[in-house]
């Protein structure tokens, strides 16, 4: 089992910054990839972004994110990050992280598909006014 806790999220005005981290415990970090998705109101949730086990590789939602967030992961302190820079108010959501469910040594790069993905955590808000 994999606990996580998303933090550092808040309310920003368009254009601005933020980075989300994401604690895990409760199995062995570095050996997983993992993901943050994001849930805005009245829309089911999706992919932002993904790291692989060993921070090689990565992926991006599509040209809504790209360029303006950047994942990565630092496994001596078995936290994921979310980097969100040009903030817009249609970022405003609820992101969450999670663990891929497959050892990183099987997965060929990373996943996008949300029911590859488990150990949810509570999520933080993203508040982007315009």
């Known amino acids: 089992q994999v606990q996580l806790v998303e933090s550092g999220g808040g309310s920003v005005q368009a254009g601005g910054s933020l980075r989300l981290s994401c604690g895990a415990s409760?199995?062995?970090?570095?050996?997983?990839?993992m993901g943050w998705f994001r849930q805005a109101p009245g829309k089911e949730r999706e992919f932002v972004a993904a790291?692989?086990?060993?921070?090689?590789?990565?992926?991006y939602a599509d040209s809504s994110v790209r360029g303006r967030f950047t994942i990565s992961r630092d496994n001596a302190k078995n936290t994921v990050y979310l980097r969100m820079n040009s903030l817009k108010p249609e970022d405003t959501a609820v992101y969450y992280c999670?663990?891929?469910?497959?050892?990183?040594?099987?997965?060929?790069?990373?996943?996008?598909?949300?029911?590859?993905?488990w150990g949810w955590g509570q999520g933080t808000q993203v508040t982007v006014s315009s």
């Open positions: 999670a663990a891929d469910r497959t050892p990183g040594q099987l997965r060929v790069g990373v996943t996008r598909r949300e029911y590859d993905y």
């Open positions: 790291i692989s086990w060993s921070g090689g590789t990565t992926a």
């Open positions: 409760g199995r062995t970090f570095s050996n997983y990839a």
